[in-house]
């Protein structure tokens, strides 16, 4: 990622909508987002893990400002029907977006953990780079989410259930599972007063990705 602004969205999917999600994700509605104004990139990952459908969706953004900028709340306010018929069959959704405040690494990784945090670290980009130092580990990113923006009351949000909020993102891309349970281990040990609140700690892999600035809409 390279905008200064993040949108992190986790949701679960039944099984009988499963076919039905990922064609509405891979075929409208990320392409609706990336083509809005101030969005440079999206990425889908899927959680690791048999028993459930869990979906991770990481927009890139220009600036936190998109969020509750007029280009994005204008999409916010006229979702498509396809959008109206999947958003509540989303559940446990949890969605949240704000500045990202600290980077280390290059590059993506095959794997990657999306750990919702209710505290900032005192020096996010000491933890930042600390956790890019280990093997394996190609970067590491941490967000803080700005309520404000985030809870702009639109149209998708009368339509989706509860919607969950989260303080902070730690985003941490490896090369394998090994190296990332390792860098997780790394986490607890310098910041255990962060990781001992934070939200489930799941691996992911990428399922797909669009980034506005290379790719062909038409």
């Not at 104004?37 to 869990?54: E, P, S, T, W």
């Not at 998708?156 to 997780?184: M, P």
Request: hydrophobic share 45%; net charge neutral.
């Amino acid at each position: 990622m390279r905008g200064a602004g993040f949108l992190a969205i986790w949701s679960d999917v039944e099984a009988q909508d499963l076919t039905d999600y990922r064609h509405w994700l891979t075929r409208e509605h990320t392409t609706e987002r990336v083509t809005t104004r101030g969005f440079l990139a999206a990425r889908v990952l899927r959680a690791v893990r048999a028993d459930i459908n869990r979906f991770f969706i990481l927009y890139e953004l220009e600036t936190p400002e998109v969020l509750d900028g007029e280009a994005y709340l204008a999409r916010l306010n006229a979702p498509t029907p396809w959008s109206r018929r999947t958003m509540p069959k989303l559940g446990n959704f949890i969605r949240g977006g704000g500045v990202m405040v600290a980077r280390a690494g290059r590059g993506e990784g095959a794997t990657v953990m999306a750990l919702r945090i209710e505290k900032l670290p005192g020096d996010p980009q000491a933890m930042a780079r600390a956790l890019v130092a280990c093997d394996g580990v190609a970067a590491v990113q941490i967000g803080a989410t700005d309520q404000a923006r985030t809870s702009v009351p639109t149209a998708e949000k009368g339509i989706r259930k509860n919607e969950g909020f989260f303080v902070g993102l730690l985003l941490i891309e490896a090369l394998d599972v090994t190296s990332l349970q390792a860098a997780l281990h790394k986490a607890t040990e310098i910041a255990p007063d962060i990781m001992n609140y934070a939200g489930e700690p799941e691996i992911y892999q990428t399922m797909f990705a669009l980034d506005a600035r290379i790719a062909d809409f038409v």
